[in-house]
Each structure stands twice: as C-alpha cells, then as structure tokens.
C-alpha cells in the first residue's frame, strides 16, 4: 500500500464531476442506474445458472425473488459508493487517502450520502431508526384500532397478522437495536477520547444496509398473495409456507442482522484499540462497558437468527426438510435456533440502555455509580447467563422435558445481576442532589417500569405459570414493560441527554417534561390491562376474540392512541429545537465524561489533542476529582502502529 | 441513614406494598381453576405475586423516598457526597434476590413435577390440531370436535398437529402444550369443576387461528359413563356439521347454521347467489369443486387462500355429507 | 481485507487532520476484527451444526437411520478434496512468510498455487453436486447435506475472490516486507475457511 496517494491539501470535498462523471461518481444519480443493473444481474443469474445445470423450470419466481433481494440490495450500496475505497483497493488501483471529505455534514444533504464521520452516521442511525419507530408504531395503532371491537372492522385476519409482524420486526430489528447502535456510534468514540470508530468506512456500510432492510420488510407488506404474517418469530413450518411476503421476511432480517454485526464488531475493535492513554478498563464509563458486553453478545449471537432464516427459506424456496416433519426434519429445531439468538437479542435490547441509565443518573443526581465495578461485572453476569435461558420460550412446545427445570432456573437467576442494577441506581440516588430534567425523568421512568416488566419476567420463568401464561396477552404485556417501558424509556432518555451534543442545541424542558408525562400515563393505560386479559383467556396475535374482553380491548386501543399522540409532542421538540432551539453549551449537565469536555457539537475530529484520562468518569463530588486532561501535551512517544502491524 | 428515615422509608414501603396487594386481591386476575393442576399453578402464581410485591414495594419506596427528599434547588450547583460504594449491602443485595428466585424455582419445580402426574390409569385421549380445527379421540376409537371428560379422573391428552403448530389450552384448566406436527406431547388434567370451558388455539397457526376454538365439557363421572355408553351425542345436528366443524371451516367462513363467523373467505350463508355468479354448474358440484379444488375458482374479492388439501383430507362420504349440508343452508 | 485498508491510513497520515490515533492494545485492529469477524462466522456455522444436530441426534435421523437407506455419501472423493483444500493453507503460509522474509516471487507463487488448489475443490464441489444422485429436496439429511457444504463452498467462493485481489496485487507489487497486511489478514481467513471445512468434512462424511 506504499502506492497511496498522499495528496496534501485535499481538505475540502473534491471538485464536483461534471458531465458524464455525474454517472459515474459515487451519488444518488449511478444509484438510479447500478441498481437497476444489479436487478438485472440478479434475474440472468438464476436463470442462467439453473440453464446450465439443467434444471425446470428455468424461471423460477421465489428463487429469483431471492437472489433478488441480494443483488439489488448491492447494486444499491455499490451506487451509492459505500465500496469505492475497496473496489479500487481490490482491483489493484491506487486507493484515495482519507481526505475527509467524507467527514462531518456542512448541510442537510450530507446526510443523505456516504460519509465515515461516527458523527454523521451516529445522526443517520438516530435519525433513520426514528423513521422506523413511527412507522411501526403506526402499525401498532392501525391494528388496535381493528382490535377495539371484537369481530373484523377494518382488516382481514390476513393484514392483521402482516401489521404485527411487521409491527415487531420493525421495532425490534429496525429500531431498538438499531437505535442502541446508533446512539453507541456517536458518544462512544468520544467517550473513550477517539478520533472515530476503528473503520469507518465499514461503520458506512453497516449504517446504509438498515434503510436497506427496513425497505425489504416494508415492500414484503404490499406482495401479492399477501405479506409476511408469521409473526416476527416466524415459527416453522408454518412460516415455510407462507405467502411470497415471507422471503422478505427472511432477508430483512439478514440484512438489518448484518448490519448490526458489523456495528458490533467495530464497537469492539474500537473499544479493545483506541481508547485514550490512561482510559482502563475500569475507568471506562459504563455506556461504554454497556456497549461492550452488548457487541459481544451481537458478535456471538447474531449469525444464529441468520441460519434460522436461511432454514426457513431453504425449506421454502428449495423444498429443503430442515423442519419439515414428513422429510425427518425437526420442527422444534427452529424455535431453539431463532431462541438462541433471540433471547440474548432481548439483551441486546437492554443493556445499552442499561449504561445510559448509568450515565444519566450519576450526572442527574451528581454522584459517582454506586459500586461502579459490581455494575460493569454485572453486565457481564448477564451476558453469560443470557445464553443459557433461550429454552424458557419454549416451555409450552413439547421440548425434551429435562430441560425446563434448568433453563426456568438460569432465567430466574439473572434477576440477581439485574437487581445489582437496579439496585445501585437507586443507591446512587440516595443522598444525592437531583435535578428532574427530561432525561432524568425517563430514568425513572425507566426504573419502575423495567421492574415491572422484569418481575413479569419471573412470572413467565416459572414453568407451570408460564404453561398458563404463554402465548397470551400476559406476553404481550411483558414485551412492553421490558421493550417499551425499558429499552424506549432509555432511548427517550438518551436521546434528550445527548440532544445538545449532537445537534449544538438545546430542547425545550417542559415540552420534555411533558412528553414524558404523557408518554408514561399514556403508556401504563395500554399496556398495565393487557397482563388482566391475557391471565384471563386472551390469546396473542388473533385479530378477533370473545366477546367479554371487548371493553378493555377498546379502552386499550384509546388509551393507545394518546400513547401514539405522546410522540407528536417529542417530535416537535426535537424538530422545532433541531431548528431553532437556544445554542448549547459545550456540558450543559455539568458532565465528567469526555464526550461532554468538547464543543457542541465536537469539533470534526473530535479532539485536537488525544486526552489524557487520569481518573474516573463518575467523580461527582469529589474534590478536585479530574476524569481526564485535554489538550495536554502530546504523550510522548506517541504509538502511531500498533506493534505487529505492517 | 437516619433513624427518621427509615420510618419514612419503610412507611412509604408499606403504603405501596397496601396499595399493590389491593390491587391484586379487588381485580379477578385468575378465572376459576377448574382443575388440580390449575389450582397448584394458581399457588404458584400467588406465592410469585407475594414476593414481586415486597421487591417492587422496596424500590418504589426508595424511588419515591429519593425524588421527595433529594431533590436540588433550582440553584443548587452542589454535589452529592462521593460514596462509591458499601460491600456489605451489595452482597446483601444480590443474596436476597438469590433466595426469593431459588424460592421460587422450588415451588415451580415441585408443582410441575406434580402437574405431570397422571396416576395409574389415567383416560387416554388423542388430540390432533389442524388448520384451524380440534379433533379428539377416545380410546374406543370414536372422535369429536369438542372434548367431553369425566369430573375427577386423570385425563392425559396425547397431542399432536397435522400441519402446523397450534397450542390447546383451556384458561380454566391452566394446562397448555403445543401440537406440534410429528411429534407426540403430553399434558395432564384433572378437572374438578362440572362446567363447559372454552378450549383456544394460542400459537399463531395461519389465518384463521382466532376462531379455532371448541369447548371442554366436564361431566359428573355417572353422566360421562353415559354419555360414552350412548357413543358421544356431542354433534347433534345434521352430519354436515360435524364435518363443517371437524376441519375448521368455521376459522375462515361464516355460515349461519354452524354459528361460524369467519371472514378469511366468502360468506357461505351467500353461497346459492355465489354459485349463479361464478356460473360453475349445479351448486352442489360448485360446491364441491370449491372445497376439492379451491384454485379452480377464486370468488371476485378473494385469494387463493383456502387450503388445497381438503378434497384428500376429507373421505368421500364426509364430503358429500358436508356438501350436502353447505347446499341446504345457502 | 477491509480491515486492512483502513489501520493503514489512521497510522500513515502525515498531513494535518486527526491527531495521530493512540493505540491502546497491542493487537493490531485489522488482526483483530478479522478474528472477530471469524467467530461469528464460526457461530454461523454452528447454526448449521446446531440444526444438523436437531435433525440426525433428537429427532433420530430419518425415521432411525441417518444417512437414509439408498443414499451414498462420496466420502472417498471429498477425502481427496480435503487433502488439496488443506495442502493450499501451506501454499497459504508459504506466500505470507515469503513476503516477510522480501521473497517476492515466493509469494507469487504461494498465491496463484493457493488460488488453484482451492479453485480445483470448489469445482470438485461442484462436480460432485451434480453426481451425487440426490437433491435438496430429499429428507432432512439431503438438507443438511448441502446446507453445510454449501454454506462452506460460498465461503470458498468468498475467500477465492479475496486471494484472486490478493495475487493481482501480488503480482503488482504491492507488498513489501513491511507492508503486507493483506496478505496476512486474507491468510487468516484462508485458514479458517480450510480449518472449517475439515470439521464439516468430519461430519458430513464422515460421522
Ligand atoms: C428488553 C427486552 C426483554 C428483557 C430485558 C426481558 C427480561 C426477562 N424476560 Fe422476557 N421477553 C421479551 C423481552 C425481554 N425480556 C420478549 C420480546 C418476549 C416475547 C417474545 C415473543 O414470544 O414474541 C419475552 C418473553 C419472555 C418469556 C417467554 C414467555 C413465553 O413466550 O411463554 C420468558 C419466560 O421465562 C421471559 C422471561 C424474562 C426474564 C426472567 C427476564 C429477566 O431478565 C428480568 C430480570 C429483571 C428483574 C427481575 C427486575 C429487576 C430485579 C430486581 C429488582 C431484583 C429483585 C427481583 C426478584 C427477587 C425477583 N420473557
Ligand atoms: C420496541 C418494541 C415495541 C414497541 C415500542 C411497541 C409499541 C407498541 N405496541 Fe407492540 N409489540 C412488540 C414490540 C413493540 N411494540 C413485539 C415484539 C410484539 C410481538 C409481535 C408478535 O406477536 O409477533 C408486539 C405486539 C403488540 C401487540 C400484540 C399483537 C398481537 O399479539 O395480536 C399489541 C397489541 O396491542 C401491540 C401494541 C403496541 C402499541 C399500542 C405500541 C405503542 O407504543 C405504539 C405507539 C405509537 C407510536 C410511537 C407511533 C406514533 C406515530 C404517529 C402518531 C403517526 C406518525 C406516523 C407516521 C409518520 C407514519 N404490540
Ligand atoms: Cu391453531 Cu392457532
Ligand atoms: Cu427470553
């Protein structure tokens, strides 16, 4: 790679092409002419292929809509330039030097194209899985308004199951892990005093393959023959025999799974490699240990959801037997291959949120974590255990007997690691000086809803309440209480904390305040009646049911629909102050931490001088406690390679 | 910590302990366990409910206690003094957890080792799901739709599915187990109660997975000895209907006579109006041909979603009882 | 590969820009997102041994036998298949400490041998696809079957599109004994692909 160009003074962005370089450059215009390409690519090559090796018919509609959802996907990236620098490396070329052009976003526009700043993609990942947020929400509201009277009013059973399917995936893959990644992309590199993420030409990557996935899920909505409806577990056979929406069920997910592998893979290097002279282990902040154990998890988990989909398809597409029981497949297979991954994916979905509760309840309160260790080791507790509790899904599915008493023990086990959490929270709290912010406010939120959704959690681990309870509205309450009354409370929360780093303005308090007001009253009204009617005899994912659950259905819908307003009033804060709100100080909180010790928003390379952390990140109170010096001398010397590279 | 607080402390726990074990004693969160298995399953669920009290009591009263008492002044730039940490009351805090769920693994274990207990001579009776109907067999061979069981005896279900996974569960009963194709599960039940119970399908097993119910009925043992002795008079009505019922029709059509309401597919109560429409013949062949071959005509409005397994499913002499029974109701 | 591209331009900025990046772990980032990258290519597999699991151990084979009555494994011919894979993870090893030593026709010739050797049992592979009397669609062995060898013939595809950029640049000049990342990152993946696929030969042949 001696053959590097180094061009010296290539700061600003290149020169604009011009006439037919328009096409050629890396942009939304090669977009609209290398995806129709790759389109076709990925029609020739079934076809051609299935030519050649003899086989009928030659057109085969699942199979090409399956390779379909391959290569248009890369004909998209490819011309949206997220693999210039690599084609040019692979094919021998002189590669361009980081120029940074692709760093930081002078205007809206950039964000709509290719950029390697963790910044820049940190906002498209926020911003992007936002979208999705409202979208599937949307879902959400238009089947509770079907399930407001028992009977079919507005959709077929058909629509409904496609609108709760695509209600979770959504959420799930599209937005709350997504969202974690995203918000993870731009304070992590600050945290631990980097300049940005370990590649952040694959951190590109990894953002653009979400809009890319969420795009397939929605499109397999609108299929002929209908969408996926197989719910988002997408249990075999059943889900084999779906509808042509189901393949874009499957690759969805591939793609957003991808994407978060690649995130998390980053996170860890990043983590592992480039943190600031003196930042330990355990003076890292806990956003950060959060993000860590949660990137293992990813790394670890992550590939077996993509082989559960692969098996599904292939029993579909290719009239494979993996789970078919007439060709000695085994039906059960599935569910423990999709539960390996996602029970810890419901980890996943938690821990990050874990760590920005830690982070904004020490400033919030202005003390130091209680038991900061305990807390980083607790993470880990879980991590491990999370691995050994996938088989508590499966309580009611005729698995091998012997099993249920283990895995009902190694899931309730793992309330002690989080009780440690919650716990010490609540420890540091005590005796501390609070200050009721928004942010705040969805901490607490937080902690009283997730022990509300935990201790269902406990209800279901005990098998012969979870042989009453499964698959009942009773589920469906615990799903909320964890996902939305925890993991959203801590995005809402992050999202409010960092607002004034990200955008270098600050959101108006009491219209904060009253999103959060409304978002948890309106919150508990929908979800807290949902445990009464499951116990009773509601099952989940039917579009009409018995006729006594018919007024509290219908009080849920309404009260759901309040839920859904809540969110108008945060998007018009964050919109309104996005645009206009009052300038941010660089730590408006008063932060230790270093993503907060730089301007608002960070200057283009986050730090001019690599700090140098001396202390911890949580040292409110202590006198003359410093976390970090910045702008210090260079240390001397500096380690530009690590030793063994090159 | 102050002796003051503590008093508040603990008087906040209280109130929201009160106010919890209100809650759960004013609302009827369990129907009526109608069986030994759901009644030690409703134990578990109250011995649960106790403990989640007092863990959710202690932290909403520290919760409440901290917003009330440390809260900063507007102008209050201070810090909290720098505690970092206290190991003794983490190990308290991670043992006493510990105790409750092992406490609570114990009592689950024992009820379900319990729970699987079928006796000696327990009645035997196969359940097979299928989209989207029930099907049980008594031990001398004769099925039905609904179940019927004998109040008091061990009844030991052998369930399994013909196509996809569905799940039986009856709410009162508390017993649950997936149908699983091409494998054999088992529950036990022993009901307590005479009464007719609602059976629900709770796994999501296609389009009409809302409407595939059926009920138990719970005979006095000298009823279900007649009622066995009488060869089942569970389907009363004309032939067609157990047919109709047998093979979940019902969870995509309505059709009056059979009480179905379904709306996966056409209205069958339409059906003699449907067949001049789709002008396929005489309505018993286009009836007929709409169950065997569905494909063949898709009604204006629809897809092809009715399954196409019904014409070897059904043996011939069913079909025409059900056909039959289709033309006289339409 | 793309771990390569990027340590080398943090580490060689002479201009202006970003302050130099301060490593905080001796292993280099591009070593160890490969090997991260491996693990979870490693659980991807074991998806594949997990449901290889479930169909042959719990659910007892096909109806008891596994692999099924009539259908033949061609154990012989992979078992030459394996020796040519595993003998380009030595042509593999030569090339990477050719170049560490400045031997550069070394490492030409490592590359294009690694590259046939493992050309020659991808289309061995595929030969043997089209012989092997059975298809996709027969019994949960056939899936198996061919999920697991297929699974690993793409990564041999993959890992053969890594080698053929690896020997272009070769060839080109674009190593050097102190800048040969690339060669030594797609080496790694090289060895898993091979490491991997004795274990899927073991099983699927074998056991
Ligand atoms: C963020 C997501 C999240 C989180 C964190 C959890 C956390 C937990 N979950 Fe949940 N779960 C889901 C998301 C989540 N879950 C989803 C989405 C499903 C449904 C999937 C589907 O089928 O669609 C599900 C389903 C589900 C089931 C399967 C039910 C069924 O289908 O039959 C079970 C069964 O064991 C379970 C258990 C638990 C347990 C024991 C925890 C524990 O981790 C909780 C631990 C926390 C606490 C206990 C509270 C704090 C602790 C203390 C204050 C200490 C003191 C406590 C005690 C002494 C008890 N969950
Ligand atoms: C993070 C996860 C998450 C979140 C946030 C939510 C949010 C909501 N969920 Fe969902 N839900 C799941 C995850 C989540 N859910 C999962 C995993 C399942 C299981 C699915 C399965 O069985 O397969 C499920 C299932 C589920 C069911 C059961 C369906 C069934 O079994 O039949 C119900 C029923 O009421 C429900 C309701 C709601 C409601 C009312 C909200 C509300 O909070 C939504 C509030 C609304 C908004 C936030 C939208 C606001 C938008 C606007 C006001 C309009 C703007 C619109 C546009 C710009 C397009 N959800
Ligand atoms: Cu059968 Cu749901
Ligand atoms: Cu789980």
Same mark, same amino acid.
């Given at each position: 790679?001696?053959?590097?160009?180094?061009?010296?003074?290539?700061?600003?962005?290149?020169?604009?092409?011009?006439?037919?370089?328009?096409?050629?450059?890396?942009?939304?215009?090669?977009?609209?002419?290398?995806? *129709?390409?790759?389109?076709?690519?990925?029609?020739?090559?079934?076809?051609?292929?299935?030519?050649?090796?003899?086989?009928?018919?030659?057109?085969?509609?699942?199979?090409?809509?399956?390779?379909?959802?391959?290569?248009?996907?890369?004909?998209?990236?490819?011309?949206?330039?997220?693999?210039?620098?690599?084609?040019?490396?692979?094919?021998?070329? *002189?590669?361009?030097?980081?120029?940074?052009?692709?760093?930081?976003?002078?205007?809206?526009?950039?964000?709509?194209?290719?950029?390697?700043?963790?910044?820049?993609?940190?906002?498209?990942?926020?911003?992007?899985?936002?979208?999705?947020?409202?979208?599937?929400?949307?879902?959400?509201?238009?089947?509770?308004?079907?399930?407001?009277?028992?009977?079919?009013?507005?959709?077929?059973?058909?629509?409904?199951?496609?609108?709760?399917?695509?209600?979770?995936?959504? =959420?799930?893959?599209?937005?709350?892990?997504?969202?974690?990644?995203?918000?993870?992309?731009?304070?992590?590199?600050?945290?631990?005093?980097?300049?940005?993420?370990?590649?952040?030409?694959?951190?590109?990557?990894?953002?653009?393959?979400?809009?890319?996935?969420?795009?397939?899920?929605?499109?397999?909505?609108?299929?002929?023959?209908?969408? *996926?409806?197989?719910?988002?577990?997408?249990?075999?056979?059943?889900?084999?025999?779906?509808?042509?929406?189901?393949?874009?069920?499957? !690759?969805?997910?591939?793609?957003?799974?991808?994407?978060?592998? !690649?995130?998390?893979?980053?996170?860890?290097?990043?983590?592992?490699? !480039?943190?600031?002279?003196?930042?330990?282990?355990?003076?890292?902040?806990?956003?950060?240990?959060?993000?860590?154990?949660?990137?293992?998890?990813?790394?670890?988990?992550?590939?077996?959801?993509?082989?559960?989909?692969?098996?599904?398809?292939?029993?579909?597409?290719?009239?494979?037997?993996?789970?078919?029981?007439?060709?000695?497949?085994?039906?059960?297979?599935?569910?423990?291959?999709?539960?390996?991954?996602?029970?810890?994916?419901?980890?996943?979905?938690?821990?990050?949120?874990?760590?920005?509760?830690?982070?904004?309840?020490?400033?919030?309160?202005?003390?130091?974590?209680?038991?900061?260790?305990? !807390?980083?080791?607790?993470? =880990?507790?879980?991590?491990?255990?999370?691995?050994?509790?996938?088989?508590?899904?499966?309580?009611?599915?005729?698995?091998?007997?012997?099993?249920?008493?283990?895995?009902?023990?190694?899931?309730?086990?793992?309330?002690?690691?989080?009780?440690?959490?919650?716990?010490?929270?609540?420890?540091?709290?005590?005796?501390?000086?609070?200050?009721?912010?928004?942010?705040?406010?969805?901490?607490?939120?937080?902690?009283?809803?997730?022990?509300?959704?935990?201790?269902?959690?406990?209800?279901?681990?005990?098998?012969?309440?979870?042989?009453?309870?499964?698959?009942?509205?009773?589920?469906?309450?615990?799903?909320?209480?964890?996902?939305?009354?925890?993991?959203?409370?801590?995005?809402?929360?992050?999202?409010?904390?960092?607002?004034?780093?990200?955008?270098?303005?600050?959101?108006?308090?009491?219209?904060?305040?009253?999103?959060?007001?409304?978002?948890?009253?309106?919150?508990?009204?929908?979800?807290? *009646?949902?445990?009464?009617?499951?116990?009773?005899?509601?099952?989940?994912?039917?579009?009409?049911?018995?006729?006594?659950?018919?007024?509290?259905?219908?009080?849920?819908?309404?009260?759901?629909?309040?839920?859904?307003?809540?969110?108008?009033?945060?998007?018009?804060?964050?919109?309104?102050?996005?645009?206009?709100?009052?300038?941010?100080?660089?730590?408006?909180?008063?932060?230790?931490?270093?993503?907060?010790?730089?301007?608002?928003?960070?200057?283009?390379?986050?730090?001019?001088?690599?700090?140098?952390?001396?202390?911890?990140?949580?040292?409110?109170?202590?006198?003359?406690?410093?976390?970090?010096?910045?702008?210090?001398?260079?240390?001397?010397?500096?380690?530009?390679?690590?030793?063994?590279?090159? | 910590?102050?002796?003051?607080?503590?008093?508040?402390?603990?008087?906040?726990?209280?109130?929201?302990?009160?106010?919890?074990?209100?809650?759960?004693?004013?609302?009827?969160?369990?129907?009526?366990?109608?069986?030994?298995?759901?009644?030690?399953?409703?134990?578990?669920?109250?011995?649960?409910?106790?403990?989640?009290?007092?863990?959710?009591?202690?932290?909403?009263?520290?919760?409440?206690?901290?917003?009330?008492?440390?809260?900063?002044?507007? &102008?209050? &730039?201070?810090? /909290?003094?720098?505690?970092?940490?206290?190991?003794?009351?983490?190990?308290?805090?991670?043992?006493?957890?510990?105790?409750?769920?092992?406490?609570?693994?114990?009592?689950?274990?024992?009820?379900?080792?319990?729970?699987?207990?079928?006796?000696?001579?327990?009645?035997?009776?196969?359940?097979?799901?299928?989209?989207?109907?029930?099907?049980?067999?008594?031990?001398?061979?004769?099925?039905? @739709?609904?179940?019927?069981?004998?109040?008091?005896?061990?009844?030991?279900?052998?369930?399994?599915?013909?196509?996809?996974?569905?799940?039986?569960?009856?709410?009162?009963?508390?017993?649950?187990?997936?149908?699983?194709?091409?494998?054999?599960?088992?529950?036990?039940?022993?009901?307590?109660?005479?009464?007719?119970?609602?059976?629900?399908?709770?796994?999501?097993?296609?389009? /009409?997975?809302?409407?595939?119910?059926?009920?138990? &009925?719970?005979?006095?043992?000298?009823?279900?000895?007649?009622?066995?002795?009488?060869?089942?008079?569970?389907?009363? /009505?004309?032939? @067609?209907?157990?047919?109709?019922?047998?093979?979940?029709?019902?969870?995509?059509?309505?059709?009056?006579?059979?009480?179905?309401?379904?709306?996966? @597919?056409?209205?069958?109560?339409?059906?003699?109006?449907?067949?001049?429409?789709?002008?396929?013949?005489?309505?018993?062949?286009?009836?007929?041909?709409?169950?065997?071959?569905?494909?063949?005509?898709?009604?204006?409005?629809?897809?092809?979603?009715?399954?196409?397994?019904?014409?070897?499913?059904?043996?011939? &002499?069913?079909?025409?009882?059900?056909?039959?029974?289709?033309?006289?109701?339409? | 590969?793309?771990?390569?591209?990027?340590?080398?331009?943090?580490?060689?900025?002479?201009?202006?820009?970003?302050?130099?990046?301060? $490593?905080?772990?001796?292993?280099?980032?591009?070593?160890?997102?490969?090997?991260?990258?491996?693990?979870?290519?490693?659980?991807?597999?074991?998806?594949?041994?997990?449901?290889?699991?479930?169909? +042959?151990?719990?659910?007892?084979?096909?109806?008891?036998?596994?692999?099924?009555?009539? $259908?033949?494994?061609?154990?012989?011919?992979?078992?030459?298949?394996?020796?040519?894979?595993?003998?380009?993870?030595?042509?593999?090893?030569?090339?990477?400490?050719?170049?560490?030593?400045?031997?550069?026709?070394?490492?030409?010739?490592?590359?294009?041998?690694?590259?046939?050797?493992?050309?020659?049992?991808?289309?061995?592979?595929?030969?043997? $696809?089209? +012989?092997?009397?059975?298809?996709?669609?027969?019994?949960?062995?056939?899936?198996?079957?061919?999920?697991?060898?297929?699974?690993?013939?793409?990564?041999?595809?993959?890992?053969?599109?890594?080698?053929?950029?690896?020997?272009? +640049?070769?060839? +080109?000049?674009?190593?050097?004994?102190?800048?040969?990342?690339?060669?030594?990152?797609?080496?790694?993946?090289?060895?898993?692909?091979?490491?991997?696929?004795?274990?899927?030969?073991?099983?699927?042949?074998?056991?």
């Amino acid at each position: 790679m001696t053959d590097v160009a180094h061009a010296h003074d290539l700061h600003a962005a290149p020169p604009a092409p011009t006439g037919w370089h328009r096409l050629t450059a890396a942009g939304w215009l090669r977009v609209l002419w290398v995806t *129709p390409l790759f389109f076709g690519i990925g029609v020739a090559l079934p076809v051609l292929l299935r030519w050649a090796a003899d086989w009928h018919p030659l057109w085969k509609g699942s199979v090409i809509l399956t390779v379909e959802l391959v290569t248009t996907p890369i004909g998209f990236l490819a011309g949206l330039g997220v693999f210039d620098y690599w084609a040019y490396y692979a094919s021998g070329r *002189p590669t361009r030097p980081e120029d940074h052009s692709g760093h930081g976003a002078h205007s809206w526009r950039d964000y709509f194209h290719v950029n390697t700043d963790h910044k820049v993609i940190g906002i498209q990942y926020v911003v992007t899985t936002f979208f999705f947020f409202l979208v599937s929400g949307f879902f959400a509201l238009l089947f509770r308004a079907e399930l407001a009277q028992p009977g079919d009013q507005y959709f077929n059973p058909q629509t409904f199951n496609v609108l709760v399917s695509d209600h979770a995936a959504l =959420m799930i893959f599209l937005f709350i892990v997504p969202v974690f990644a995203g918000l993870g992309n731009y304070v992590i590199p600050l945290m631990i005093g980097a300049g940005d993420m370990a590649f952040p030409r694959l951190n590109a990557l990894s953002f653009w393959l979400l809009p890319i996935g969420g795009a397939i899920l929605i499109t397999g909505m609108v299929m002929p023959g209908g969408g *996926p409806s197989a719910g988002w577990t997408c249990y075999a056979p059943l889900c084999s025999h779906q509808p042509l929406g189901q393949v874009f069920f499957n !690759m969805g997910v591939q793609w957003a799974g991808t994407s978060s592998i !690649m995130t998390a893979l980053n996170f860890l290097v990043t983590i592992i490699t !480039m943190r600031a002279p003196g930042m330990t282990f355990w003076r890292m902040p806990l956003l950060v240990w959060a993000n860590f154990t949660t990137s293992l998890l990813v790394v670890i988990a992550t590939p077996f959801i993509a082989g559960s989909q692969f098996f599904v398809l292939f029993d579909r597409v290719l009239h494979t037997n993996f789970f078919e029981p007439g060709g000695g497949g085994y039906v059960l297979g599935y569910q423990h291959i999709f539960w390996f991954y996602s029970h810890p994916a419901v980890y996943i979905m938690i821990l990050p949120g874990f760590g920005i509760i830690s982070e904004v309840i020490a400033v919030m309160s202005r003390k130091p974590v209680f038991g900061y260790r305990l !807390m980083a080791l607790s993470l =880990m507790a879980i991590l491990v255990l999370g691995f050994s509790v996938w088989a508590h899904h499966m309580f009611v599915a005729g698995m091998a007997g012997w099993l249920r008493v283990p895995m009902m023990v190694t899931s309730m086990v793992i309330a002690v690691p989080t009780g440690v959490k919650v716990f010490s929270w609540l420890a540091t709290m005590w005796n501390g000086r609070i200050r009721f912010t928004t942010p705040m406010l969805f901490a607490l939120g937080f902690l009283s809803m997730f022990v509300i959704g935990g201790l269902s959690g406990i209800y279901l681990a005990s098998v012969p309440i979870d042989i009453h309870a499964s698959d009942t509205y009773f589920i469906v309450a615990h799903i909320h209480y964890v996902l939305f009354g925890g993991s959203v409370f801590t995005i809402f929360a992050g999202v409010y904390y960092w607002f004034p780093k990200m955008t270098g303005r600050m959101y108006n308090e009491r219209l904060g305040q009253l999103h959060f007001w409304l978002t948890f009253i309106g919150f508990n009204l929908t979800f807290f *009646p949902m445990h009464y009617i499951g116990l009773q005899g509601m099952p989940r994912r039917v579009a009409d049911y018995a006729h006594r659950f018919a007024d509290i259905n219908l009080f849920i819908s309404i009260a759901s629909f309040g839920l859904g307003a809540s969110t108008l009033v945060f998007l018009y804060n964050v919109i309104n102050s996005w645009a206009h709100g009052p300038v941010a100080e660089g730590n408006p909180w008063r932060a230790l931490t270093l993503e907060w010790q730089v301007s608002s928003p960070p200057p283009i390379f986050n730090f001019d001088e690599i700090p140098q952390v001396v202390g911890h990140p949580y040292e409110y109170g202590v006198p003359g406690a410093k976390h970090a010096i910045l702008g210090a001398p260079r240390p001397v010397p500096v380690l530009t390679d690590p030793v063994g590279a090159d | 910590m102050r002796r003051g607080s503590i008093i508040q402390l603990t008087a906040i726990g209280l109130v929201a302990g009160a106010i919890c074990t209100a809650v759960a004693l004013a609302i009827p969160w369990l129907p009526v366990a109608g069986g030994q298995e759901a009644g030690r399953i409703h134990f578990v669920y109250w011995f649960t409910t106790v403990i989640a009290i007092c863990v959710f009591s202690v932290v909403t009263a520290v919760l409440v206690y901290s917003v009330w008492k440390f809260r900063a002044g507007p &102008d209050d &730039d201070s810090d /909290g003094p720098p505690t970092h940490g206290h190991t003794q009351l983490e190990i308290v805090w991670t043992a006493i957890p510990a105790v409750l769920v092992t406490a609570i693994s114990i009592v689950s274990a024992i009820v379900l080792a319990q729970n699987g207990h079928a006796g000696t001579n327990p009645l035997v009776i196969k359940v097979e799901a299928r989209q989207f109907a029930w099907k049980f067999t008594y031990p001398n061979g004769t099925s039905f @739709g609904t179940l019927t069981l004998p109040q008091g005896r061990h009844v030991k279900l052998d369930i399994t599915a013909d196509d996809v996974i569905h799940s039986f569960w009856v709410p009162q009963l508390s017993q649950k187990q997936d149908a699983v194709p091409g494998q054999h599960n088992f529950i036990v039940i022993t009901p307590t109660h005479i009464a007719t119970y609602p059976v629900v399908c709770t796994e999501l097993c296609g389009l /009409g997975h809302a409407l595939m119910r059926s009920q138990v &009925d719970i005979l006095a043992p000298a009823d279900y000895e007649k009622w066995v002795a009488q060869g089942g008079t569970a389907s009363s /009505g004309p032939p @067609g209907l157990a047919v109709f019922q047998q093979n979940g029709c019902a969870g995509c059509h309505t059709f009056k006579p059979a009480l179905a309401t379904g709306n996966v @597919g056409p209205n069958l109560d339409n059906l003699a109006q449907e067949a001049k429409q789709a002008n396929r013949g005489a309505l018993d062949a286009f009836i007929k041909e709409s169950i065997v071959k569905p494909q063949a005509y898709i009604a204006p409005g629809f897809t092809d979603a009715m399954p196409h397994t019904f014409g070897t499913q059904i043996p011939p &002499d069913k079909l025409q009882q059900l056909v039959q029974y289709l033309a006289k109701g339409a | 590969m793309t771990s390569a591209a990027e340590t080398h331009d943090q580490g060689a900025f002479e201009h202006h820009g970003p302050p130099p990046v301060h $490593y905080s772990s001796r292993v280099s980032p591009s070593v160890l997102g490969m090997f991260l990258f491996i693990a979870s290519e490693i659980m991807l597999f074991g998806s594949f041994f997990t449901v290889y699991f479930f169909d +042959r151990v719990v659910n007892n084979g096909v109806n008891g036998v596994w692999p099924p009555n009539g $259908y033949q494994r061609p154990a012989f011919v992979a078992g030459i298949n394996t020796v040519i894979l595993v003998s380009s993870s030595f042509t593999m090893h030569w090339a990477d400490t050719s170049i560490k030593k400045g031997n550069r026709r070394g490492l030409c010739a490592g590359m294009v041998l690694t590259f046939l050797l493992g050309l020659t049992f991808l289309l061995t592979q595929v030969i043997e $696809y089209h +012989r092997i009397g059975f298809n996709t669609s027969d019994t949960s062995f056939a899936a198996t079957f061919f999920g697991l060898t297929g699974l690993h013939g793409a990564h041999v595809f993959v890992g053969l599109t890594i080698l053929g950029v690896m020997t272009v +640049r070769a060839f +080109r000049g674009h190593f050097t004994p102190e800048h040969h990342h690339g060669i030594e990152i797609g080496g790694i993946y090289w060895h898993f692909v091979d490491v991997m696929w004795i274990v899927v030969y073991v099983t699927v042949y074998l056991l």
